[in-house]
Every structure is written in C-alpha cells, then in structure tokens.
C-alpha cells in the first residue's frame, strides 16, 4: 500500500468496500470516525497517541484502498428510494456463489449482496424509486442472473433500523430509525447529497455547489444530525471486525404482538445492526455481527429465541460481502447520480475547518 495513494475516482456506489487486514491503529481511527465522520484529525491523535500526521495518512490510504468511505448515511426513503426489498437466491450446483454474487452487485439498485449458509446461498438488497421500478429490476436484471436456481422476494414494509458501526462498543454511535424516515426537503437533501460523496467536504465547498451559506449549512447538518435523519461516518466491511462471525436472522413472529413492537425489540439488542419488516414467510430480517461466533450464538439464545414474541428463528451466517452505499438519486428524485467521487487534495483545509467548528 503506497504511503500517498495517487487521486483516483470511484464511481458513485459502483466499487464494493474492500475486506482487507487492518492494524490496531486502523481500528482505533476507524472507532472515531465511525462516532464522527467529521471528527478533527487532532482530536483522534490525541486520543490513540500519535501524530495528526500519521492520522491523516492513515485515514488517506483507508479512503484510496476502497477499505472505508466517510460518507452521509440517510434511511433510503428519505432521498427518494420509496421501496426496497430483501432477495433471498439459491444457486445452481453447477454455479459458482462468488459469480452470482459478483454479478448481483453490478445491478444498480442493489446495494448489498452477501453470501450465506443455510436455507438461502445469498442474500441481496434491493432500494428503488417504487414498487414499481423495484419489481421492474428484479425481474429484468435480477432473475436473469445466470446461475440463479431459485430466488424469493421478501418486500420491506418498513427500514426499522440502521447502525452500521461496527468497531464502536454496541450502540455507541448514532443509528438511523424508520421513525425518522421522512422525506428531507430539497435543501437538505442537497446538501446529503454532497456529503454522500464524501462526507468530510469542506462546507464551504458544500455551500457553494447547493447555493447557500456556509452557516446554513452548518445549521441544517446540526439539525439533521439531532432529527436522527442524517448522521455522518465511516463505512467499512463488517468483515474486517477479527474473529467477527455475521449473520441474517429470518425471524418468524407468534402473533402476540405487532410487528413494530417486536422490530424494536430486535434493534435494542446489542450488535443487531439492521432490521427490517417485510412481507413473505418470514415477518423479520435482522444483521447481526458480533466479535465471536460465542457471542453470536449467546445473543441468538439469550436475546432473540428468549423473546416471547419470537416464534421461530433462523441464522444464515455470511461469508463474502459486497456493499454498496445508496447514493441520493441525481435531481433530487429522478434518477440515481452518477457522478465520481474523488480523494480530496484538500484533506488539510477539511482538517482546518474542523479544528475551528467541531472541537
């Protein structure tokens, strides 16, 4: 890994994180940003005990290895993806796992796909528009994968929950709630815009291409940031977590209860990073990762199959991970952007203005 990574563009969304070894220092920078993606490099120095120099190096190599992304994180149906489902596939026996999988990322509205054991080979995330364009892609450009043996729709009536630090102690960083997916309004969804790119811009940079001022686009961060609509982090492969054992649990309710009941139940446990209701044999879809398979089966049986409102429950552990992060759609509603995202040269001035603002 080169020391200064030559300026590269991504694609928007296109590339998937990496799974790549990291160090005990790439764990620790990795822990700040994931709480704050715009915390200062001084402040993260400070607290691991090197230099700002070597965090901001380090953090330089993450970002053009592909390992992390800063990035703003938004419910999808806040920036325009009304719709969205979890596809379950099973595989040819003449088929490799890896291709299908390979091939499902390359679709434009998946944004994760990961391969499992259990009932389902692999598991898929569909975001859309509508229902309408949803279905349109899974049976145009899903169902015609090659390889594809058998493939089940489980539609989501709702993104209950989302927290995707995985390097922080379980539930320290802020997550993202169906309670507050409401639509952002086109101010506010400009500027996540932007930040979706990377999500350490500098925000006179951001006001500037959204056409406001720098302190209203400061405000409007704090308040989408305290509304729980927005928060700003870093994104890795879960993978990268050691001796990390991940899981999708398919969970079947007993009745008792409402299903928004039991989906909150789910996310108030720790290392459940994601949870979603959805229509089909199962009621609930859960992620889960946790620092051991003891662990995991720990959660599973003390924390889920102990719930009342659990009928029945089903692990797929997960293998090879390919996420993508959702991109607000180009036009504030229309289609997905297809802009680059390019390293910043200017990771020194980022640093300035967070030394000013966020300490």
């Known amino acids: 890994m080169n020391s200064r990574p030559s300026k ?3 694609a928007a969304g296109s590339d998937p994180l990496r799974q790549w070894p990291l160090s005990d220092l790439d764990r620790q920078i990795i822990t700040h940003l994931q709480e704050d993606g715009r915390r200062a490099f001084v402040t993260i120095a400070r607290a691991v005990g090197v230099t700002e120099k070597t965090v901001r190096t380090r953090v330089r190599q993450l970002l053009g290895s592909n390992i992390i992304r800063i990035v703003a994180l938004t419910m999808p149906s806040a920036i325009g993806y009304n719709a969205g489902a979890l596809v379950a596939i099973n595989v040819e026996s003449s088929a490799q796992i890896t291709d299908v999988a390979r091939a499902l990322a390359g679709v434009d509205d998946v944004d994760y796909v990961v391969s499992t054991s259990g009932r389902y080979d692999i598991l898929a995330e569909l975001v859309s528009p509508s229902r309408q364009t949803l279905l349109e ?27 995707a630090a995985f390097f922080t102690q379980p539930k320290a960083a802020k997550g993202l709630s169906s309670a507050h997916g409401e639509q952002l309004d086109l101010l506010d ?7 979706s790119h990377n999500g350490r811009a500098p925000l006179k940079n951001v006001a500037q291409n959204v056409g406001m001022s720098e302190t209203q686009v400061r405000a409007r961060i704090q308040n989408m940031a305290s509304a729980g609509t927005m928060t700003i982090m870093a994104i890795v492969n879960p993978m990268n977590l050691p001796n990390s054992a991940m899981a999708w649990l398919a969970i079947k309710a007993n009745g008792n209860s409402s299903l928004r009941s039991l989906a909150r139940d789910m996310a108030e446990i720790p290392y459940i990073s994601y949870v979603v209701i959805c229509a089909g044999r199962f009621d609930i879809f859960a992620e889960i ?10 959660t599973i049986d003390n924390k889920v199959r102990d719930n009342p409102n659990v009928r029945s429950v089903e692990a797929n552990f ?20 297809t802009g680059t995202v390019e390293l910043p040269d200017d990771l020194d001035d980022v640093q300035h203005e967070q030394d000013n603002s966020c300490e």
Do not use: W
């Not at 899974?138 to 169902?143: A, G, I, M, Y």
């Not at 594809?148 to 209950?160: K, W």
């Open 318 to 337: 997960c293998f090879d991970l390919h996420y993508k992060p959702v991109i607000p759609m180009n036009g504030y509603g229309t289609d997905r952007s």
């Open 8 to 10: 590269r563009d991504f």
């Open 289 to 298: 990762v946790c620092p051991s398979t003891e662990a995991l089966l720990a």
């Open 189 to 195: 969804r400009s500027i996540a815009v932007e930040l």
């Open 137 to 163: 892609t899974f049976h145009t450009k899903v169902r015609g994968i090659d390889g594809i043996a058998r493939v089940e729709l489980f539609p989501y009536f709702s993104f209950y929950y989302q927290q």
